[in-house]
Structure formats: structure tokens, C-alpha cells
């Protein structure tokens, strides 16, 4: 007897005039009184509800309506039970139905991965329900044209495509009343809305045609008017294959193709699905129908990631095809492969893709390994799968973070280490300092052949708690403290710290001074809100106030001659951080405290802990939640009403009586209105950029070392006698110097530490920067921020914490040209700012910002004495 398995698919989105109606499709169900047995929900974090649908024949449409889409979060979910069942919803293959819809300024996505999922997307964005009417629309090989001919201002407008769940913006440049672009790099297959954008703004574009087709080098693109709106059906070009052989000769894959079409080809490219690299090779013995290729195998194996194919033809105009395999029963080697490379037993093989098309794939042995107890300061644990690594011995590494300085213990396949047998101490770069633990498989000639951290099984990960600890005594009589902890992956890790044996453990450590505060920063500054803040008490209280810099940084010349600077580890840090009742820090509090702040160490646990902040949050995801401390901060600064309730406590879960409103302290020091001409370039980091190679063959590198070398800007400066003084974010200074930037005496390198951060901003006319919280100091100056933004999804590719919009005040370039326009335009206003309301990122717009924070902090000094 064969069971019909009961199935619901997506079929598309339907928009009425009062809701919208997602359609599903049923499949092999009973209709006899089915609508009665159905019962759909709306899951969110917030709330749930039950939806109200209709049922034609097998056709399922969930209403929802503007009320249930405006309590929506960023992701809901959207469950559907028939006699108490759950029903699996899938989506339809290669679907190139409407799933998505724009209401009331807000993009939401429905799709289908067993449940169905309503996202709101892309909520930096402000969506336009009315359309930008186009005249005309031409194409031709690489390049395509839409003429507005009753728009006389395109100014900041590019074109883009709106795929259901990403934007892809396309290079555009404007003539007249024309939009043009030949960038078409980045699009991919699949079903897009055809848009305008300009900054954060993306209106859909309305063209009364039939059919249009645009031929790119690597697709092809037929727009059509589909409801209103103009869509472009997006498809690789193809080639049938009739044949892919492939055999391994020594060091290199000799690959043999067969098709029926007669074009011949001239390159075979490999692509990287992950890095998105791509490696060009030239093909032998080609003719119409057949050609050999010979790729390196370190090629195909290479970073063991999966790779596909492209072949390009021969021509003026030429095409990438992508080879279609689908009718092929043996592809490549015929079947998996295992071979031993360098070491390690991989196995690789060539597939089909579900695109079709034809990919490779290969596998590295797996390294399981574990910690599954912690004693004291023992490691019990297990390694297994060393049998598919040839000639290597397999070892324990425990390597210092910073000097990579390292101890090896050889380990069998169950360990059980005693931690205080080895010497950590003889690879310490610093008295603080963090060590990584690794298990490594080593060739016999040395090389490294495989590096992997390994896991704690029951991590539990704070910032400030511990699972074993071990404290020793040098030669020297110092004191050596090392904790095991994990990070936040579950990583295994030994923090480290010094007391040398000068300094005494007072007898009453218990007994804080709360009227002895220590200020600070990172390690290595003072310039930011803790400083700022720390002056603030030496001069304004009685409060007895040190701060705390390692005597390396640059910030700590010019403050040294304040005995109460603390270099870093020094007696006198020691002695304070013993005594001081109340620790108040930017970042985390590891940096202003020479041992590690957790429970039990010199009575951390009875401090009171503020977190002053380096900036307004809101933009980018922080690491400051909550639920990462064993002992939470007691009071958090904050700026305005929005960032308490929105983000702070909604989003890092603290409660409303530690949420202080009061202003950063650095705010304090900014002048309104003051009179300066020239321009600070001063853009943030990227988290994805952590090798040297990564910086220079960047986007971020060459968007910046374009920007400041573009001529039509270095005129603009000269002209105008305006000079912009580019102050890079402190882990890309390295990169960046007076010999790359020095194409004109109006452009200047500001290198770390020769000035503080506030200076260049007081000193500064107009800002430019992209995601940095420094735009927020010159918005409450009253002074004009350009943002530069190429790459905002993928900075925000982890999430944001408010709408883009309410932080981002102030003009928005995508491109070059964009920026060096607003640019011109801020220097011929003579730097005019709009005054933008800003109530809703600064409650106070005054100078007694540092004043709230101290009453603040001795509101919660008050609650801990009389606890």
C-alpha cells in the first residue's frame, strides 16, 4: 500500500487593497470539512497570535494586515497545524513568484524552510510605495539605459535590483536625464525588482513595456512588468555538457569536456563558493564541442572549500557559460576520490549542483576533540581521528595571544594533563596576558599540518567567571595566576596575571574605599570619555580619583606628570585597584584592573561597576549584554531615552534603575557653532580584516586609497584652499602613511596619538566618515557629517540594534562620485549644517553631562552601603 504524504508549498504573495495574502499550495489533502481542522499562528519574541485565513480548493491565503505587520519584529514565524499536526512548509523549486511586499515605508520577505518565515528586511532602508515613472528603457552587450524624461534632477540616484531577501546595488553613473550602468558583477540568478536608490531611499521603478532582454557577459536579463512594477528575470548563461572526465596526474587534475553546441572555449575559470576567488586557466587543445584543461590540484583542494565552474567563450562580446551537467550520469573521477595530501587522507569529488551546474568538493579528515573535565587546573579530554594523518605526532599547544611564544605537549587520544607541570609562565609577552590552547597535528618535519582550538564540553561562557584556577611563585618571588576560562565560541583559554612580590594583599581587602574611583579606557588611551570624565573628578569633587594607561602608550606622555596616572601594573595600580570601591571603564573592565575582575579575586565582587561608554549605541551589535557577566555592570551610561529602553534594556537585557540618562562625559568639552574650514576623513574598522594580505586586497583599502587620491577631489581641495586630514581607525594605521598618502599638499596622514580624537573634531568643518560613533560629537556640534557607505550590508551582515535611520544623520554616498559631489556642495554652502532635530539620540544638549554620571554613580554608591 503506498501512503501519500500530505505537502504545503509557498506559492507567492498576493497585495489587496486593505492586507496581504500569502498563498499556499496544499497537496493530497481530504477538503471534507478541512478548513475547520487548520489552525495558523503567528510566533514572534513578543507575542503570538492566531491568524485568519481562507481556503479555495487547495489553495491556503493567510491574511495579514497592517495592524499584525506593524508589531512585527525584524523575524517571525508563521506555524500551521491540521488536526493538531504539524505541517512541514517548503518552498517551490527555483520559485519566481512575488514572496515579498512593501508596506508603509518597511520590506518584509516570506519564505519557506519547514515553517514559514515573515522577515523585515533591510530596516536601514525607507521603501517608497509611489513609483519613479521611466520613459524608455535601452540595452545592449554590457550596458543598460532607463531615461526619465520628466525627472530633472538625478543627482544621488543609482539604480538596483531588489532580490526577496538582498539588495544589490549596480555602479551608476547619471547624464542628464539618463541612469546608466555597465557594472553587472555582482548579480546573481533569481527574480529582482527593478529600483532606484538614493542613500537609504529605494523607490521601484514603473516601465510600460512587453519584453526586454539585456545580455551581460555572465547572464541574461529579461525585464518584464509583472503587477505594476518592473522585475528582471535573471539567468546564467549555459552549456550543455556531454562529457567531464578528470583523472590526477602527480600534482595537477587533468580535466577533459565534451558539448554538442559548436563555440569554442577559451578559459576555464574555477570559482571559490566561499571567498568568492576566482582562478583564471587557459585551455589546450580546444575545439568547437571539446577541450582539455590542467588546474593544480592545491588549486581544487586549497582552503577545502567547495568550487564551481565557468567556461568563456571566444569573441568580442564574450560569454561565461556555466556547465550545465544534468543529463550526465559520471562526472569527473566517476566516484570519490582519496588521495593523501601533505599529509592529511582527503577525499574530493566532482557533483551536481542543484543549479545544475557542475561542482567539486572535498574533504578534510575531522579532528574530534574535547575537554570534558576540569579539576582544579587538570585537563581530562579526547582527540580522535589521528589515523587519517600520516607521519605526524599529535600535540597540545598552549601559545600566548600576543608573542605567539608557545609550550607543545605531545598527547595520546585520551589525555589527562596536569597544567601545573608546565611552564606558562616562561611564554608570558606580559604580566596580563591571555593564553590560546590548541590541539595540532606536526609533520616530522615540523610543519604544522593541522591547528585547531579546542572546546570546553560544559562552557559556560561570562566575561568574568572561571572553571579552574592555579597560582605559582617565580624565582623572583612573583606570584603567577592562571584561570582556565572559554571564549564566546566555547574555546578553550588561560587568562594570566602577575602580583609581584612587591606588592602586599592588604589584610582588609574586603573593606572597599568608595570614595577611591579608578577611571579608564582601553590599556592604551586616554582621550575618550574616561579621561574625560576622570578630570572632570579631579576637578569638580572631592572624590580621590586615579586613572589607568600602560606606560608604552603614546596618550601616556602627555598625562604622566598626574601622580594620580597610574602606569599599568605598576605598585601604586596595585594598590589603588586593592582599595577602589568604584571601577568605571569604556570597555570592559579587564582594562583598567592589573588582575582578572571576576568573583573572589581581591573582593571584585563588592565594587561598583560603571560602564561609561565609548560612544552611542544603536548602529552595530555590542558585545556588552547582560547575560555575558557573572557580575553585570551596576550603572550604564547612556545618551538619550531611545538607547535606555530600545537598546539597552530591550536589547542587552539590563533593568530600568542601572540605565543612567545623562550624556557621555566627553559631550561635555564640544563647542557649538566654533569656526573651522577643513575636512577629517576618519573611518571604523572591519571585523572580517585580519591579515595583511586581507587589508591590502580589501574593498575597504581601495575604496579610501582611491578616495584620497582621486584628482577631480585633490582640484576641488586646491581650489578651494580646503585641506583634508585623513585619521585612520588605529588598527589600519599601519597601512596607511605619508608615503602612500601624498598626492597633494591639501591631504595629510594624522598619525595615532599626535592628536586626541576630540581636537580633530573641535578642529574640524565637516566629518566624513562611514559607521564610526564619532558622527554623533559632530552632529551635537551643529556640524555636517558625510557618511560613506560601499559596503553597508556586509558591515551590518550581524545585525544593528536601532533603524539606520535614526542614527545615520546627515548626507549618505554609496559611490566616489557621490561623496566627492556632497563634498563640493558642503564646501560651497561654507559647511552649513541643517540643525537637525537630535532629540531623540541626546536628551541633553548642555555641558553638565559628566555632573549626571557622578550624581548617578553616588546614587548607586548609596544603594550598595545601605544594602
Known amino acids: 500500500m503506498r501512503i501519500l504524504t500530505r505537502k504545503v508549498y509557498l506559492r507567492d504573495v498576493t497585495e489587496y487593497e486593505t492586507y496581504f495574502s500569502i498563498n ?50 525584524s523575524n517571525s514565524s508563521i506555524n500551521i497545524t491540521v488536526e493538531e499536526k504539524h505541517m512541514i512548509i517548503e518552498q517551490q523549486e527555483n520559485i519566481q513568484e512575488k514572496t515579498s511586499f512593501v508596506k508603509d515605508g518597511n520590506y518584509y520577505n516570506i519564505s519557506a524552510n519547514g515553517v514559514l518565515q515573515l522577515e523585515r528586511l533591510f530596516s536601514e532602508y525607507t521603501f517608497n510605495e509611489t513609483y519613479m515613472c521611466a520613459d524608455e528603457i535601452q540595452t545592449s552587450y554590457e550596458c543598460l539605459k532607463f531615461s526619465f524624461y520628466d525627472i530633472f534632477n538625478l543627482n544621488g540616484y543609482g539604480l538596483a535590483l531588489l532580490y526577496p531577501n538582498k539588495i544589490i546595488a549596480l555602479d551608476s553613473t547619471r547624464t542628464g536625464t539618463v541612469l546608466k550602468t555597465n557594472d553587472f558583477k555582482n548579480i546573481t540568478m533569481g527574480r529582482a525588482a527593478v529600483y532606484v536608490v538614493k542613500g537609504f531611499e ?10 526586454m532582454n539585456l545580455i551581460t557577459q555572465e547572464h541574461n536579463l529579461k525585464f518584464l512588468n509583472e ?72 588549486t581544487l583542494v586549497d582552503s577545502f572549500s567547495r568550487k564551481k565552474f565557468k567556461l568563456i567563450t571566444i569573441g568580442d562580446e564574450p560569454l561565461t557559460l556555466q556547465p550545465n551537467v544534468s543529463y550526465l550520469k559520471e562526472l569527473g573521477f566517476g566516484e570519490r576520490l582519496a588521495i593523501n595530501y601533505q599529509h592529511e587522507n582527503i577525499k574530493m569529488w566532482f557533483y551536481k549542483r542543484k543549479d545544475t551546474a557542475l561542482g567539486f ?36 599547544i598552549f601559545e600566548d595571544r600576543y608573542s605567539k611564544e608557545a609550550v607543545h605537549l605531545p598527547i595520546d587520544e585520551d589525555f589527562n594533563i596536569d597544567l601545573t607541570k608546565l611552564d606558562l609562565k616562561s611564554i608570558k609577552s606580559k604580566d596580563k596576558t591571555i593564553i590560546d590552547v590548541f590541539i595540532a597535528m606536526i609533520s616530522e618535519e615540523g610543519e ?36 582556565i576560562t572559554t571564549t564566546p565560541f566555547d574555546n578553550l583559554k588561560i587568562e594570566t596575571f602577575t602580583i609581584p612580590t612587591e606588592i602586599a594583599i592588604p589584610d582588609n581587602a574586603a573593606e572597599k574605599d568608595y570614595n577611591t574611583w579608578l577611571v579608564g579606557e582601553r590599556y592604551d588611551t586616554a582621550q575618550d570619555n574616561g579621561y574625560a570624565f576622570y578630570k572632570y573628578l579631579k576637578e569638580n569633587t572631592d572624590v580621590n580619583a586615579y586613572y589607568a594607561i600602560e606606560s608604552s602608550a603614546l596618550d601616556y606622555e602627555k598625562i604622566k606628570s598626574d601622580p594620580h596616572v597610574l602606569p599599568f601594573g605598576s605598585d601604586k595600580h596595585f594598590e589603588v585597584a586593592l582599595k577602589a570601591g568604584v571601577l568605571l571603564g569604556t570597555h570592559d573592565l579587564e582594562n583598567l584592573l592589573p588582575y582578572k575582575p571576576a568573583r ?49 534594556m530591550r536589547k542587552l537585557g539590563y533593568d530600568e534603575e542601572d540605565v543612567a540618562v545623562t550624556g557621555l562625559a566627553r559631550f561635555d568639552s564640544l563647542p557649538r557653532g566654533n569656526k573651522t574650514k577643513d575636512i577629517l576623513l576618519m573611518p571604523t574598522w572591519r571585523d572580517w580584516i585580519n591579515t595583511d594580505e586581507a587589508f591590502l586586497t580589501s574593498q575597504y583599502f581601495h575604496n579610501y586609497n582611491g578616495l584620497i587620491h582621486n584628482e577631480r577631489l585633490i582640484k576641488i581641495l586646491e581650489d578651494n584652499d580646503v585641506q583634508l586630514n585623513f ?28 592628536r586626541t580624537v576630540q581636537e580633530l573634531l573641535i578642529d574640524h568643518s565637516l566629518l566624513i566618515t562611514d559607521y564610526s560613533s564619532v558622527s554623533f560629537d559632530f552632529t551635537l556640534m551643529n556640524k555636517p557629517v558625510i557618511y560613506y557607505h560601499f559596503d553597508v550590508r556586509k558591515f551590518f551582515r550581524q545585525g544593528k540594534l536601532r533603524p539606520l535611520f535614526q542614527t545615520f544623520i546627515g548626507d549618505i554616498a554609496r559611490t ?41 554613580v553616588k546614587e548607586k554608591i548609596k544603594e550598595r552601603i545601605n544594602y
Open 600 to 648: 573572589g579575586f581581591f573582593n571584585y565582587e563588592d565594587t561598583v561597576r560603571v560602564f561609561l561608554q565609548h560612544g552611542v549605541l544603536g548602529r552595530k551589535r555590542v558585545e556588552y549584554h547582560k547575560k555575558y557577566y557573572d557580575l553585570p555592570f551596576d550603572l550604564f551610561i547612556v545618551s538619550s531615552d531611545p538607547e535606555k529602553y530600545d537598546v539597552v
Open 361 to 396: 568538493k572535498v574533504t578534510r579528515p575531522r579532528i574530534r576533540r574535547q575537554v570534558t573535565l576540569i579539576e582544579g587546573f587538570n585537563l581530562e579530554g579526547f582527540i580522535k581521528g589521528r589515523e587519517n594523518f600520516s607521519g605526524c605526532s599529535t600535540y597540545m
Open 24 to 73: 499556499l499550495i496544499l497537496k493530497r489533502f481530504y477538503h471534507i470539512n478541512l478548513k475547520e481542522k487548520i489552525n495558523v499562528i503567528l510566533i514572534s519574541s513578543e507575542h503570538t497570535e492566531v491568524l485568519d485565513f481562507a481556503l479555495e480548493k487547495n489553495i491556503l491565503s493567510i491574511k495579514l494586515t497592517p495592524d499584525i505587520l506593524s508589531q512585527l519584529e
Open 227 to 298: 503587477s505594476r512594477e518592473l522585475y528582471a528575470y535573471i539567468e546564467n548563461h549555459e552549456i550543455e555538457m556531454t562529457a567531464v572526465k578528470a583523472e590526477v596526474i602527480e600534482d595537477n587534475v587533468m580535466m577533459r569536456m565534451a558539448y554538442s553546441e559548436n563555440i569554442e572555449i577559451k578559459n576555464f575559470v574555477v570559482s571559490d563558493t566561499v571567498s568568492e576567488e576566482e582562478t583564471v586557466f587557459e585551455v589546450k587543445n580546444s575545439l568547437p564541442g571539446e577541450f582539455e584543461v590542467e588546474i593544480p590540484l592545491g
Open 202 to 211: 529605494m523607490t521601484p521603478v514603473k516601465l510600460s513595456i512587453n519584453e
Open 816 to 856: 566616489e562620485d557621490d561623496l566627492i559631489d556632497l563634498i563640493e556642495s558642503q564646501i560651497k554652502l561654507n559647511f552649513k549644517s541643517e540643525q537637525p532635530d537630535i532629540s531623540g539620540i541626546f536628551k541633553y544638549q548642555d555641558h553638565h553631562n559628566s555632573e549626571r554620571i557622578y550624581n548617578s
Open 448 to 483: 604544522t599540518v593541522r591547528k585547531e582550538k579546542i572546546k570546553y564540553k560544559f562552557s559556560d561562557y561570562k566575561k568574568d567567571n572561571y572553571y579552574g584556577s592555579h597560582s605559582e611563585k617565580s624565582g623572583e618571588g612573583n606570584v603567577h595566576y592562571h584561570l
Open 727 to 754: 585619521y585612520p581607525h588605529y588598527r589600519a594605521q599601519m597601512y596607511f602613511n605619508d608615503e602612500i598618502l601624498n598626492p597633494s599638499s591639501n591631504i595629510k596622514f594624522i598619525q595615532l596619538g599626535t
